[in-house]
């Protein structure tokens, strides 16, 4: 079965530069990765802006196998703040 390894940072420092929504149109590149020795990139990977999210589509070249090749998408959702654990406790 193979093994790979995803690098969130990419998504993570997009998501910190904390952009105004307004400010992003549908479908903007933020950031790119290439694939290189440090990762396991089969192709170039983009951070988009899509549909009021943070999205990363990659594919993943497989380790440890004769070949083989997965694609994710990672995508960063905001929740509303919860009620805490205070109201999860039942009387």
Known sequence: MGDAEVDVA?????VSMNPREESLRNGAIIRSERPSARNCLADESHV?????KFAQDMILRLRNVESGEIQLQL????FPPGPGPAAA???
């Open 75 to 78: 995508q960063w959702v905001n």
């Open 10 to 14: 990419p998504l993570m420092e997009a």
């Open 48 to 52: 988009c802006w899509r549909n009021g």
């Open 89 to 91: 406790t039942t009387r």
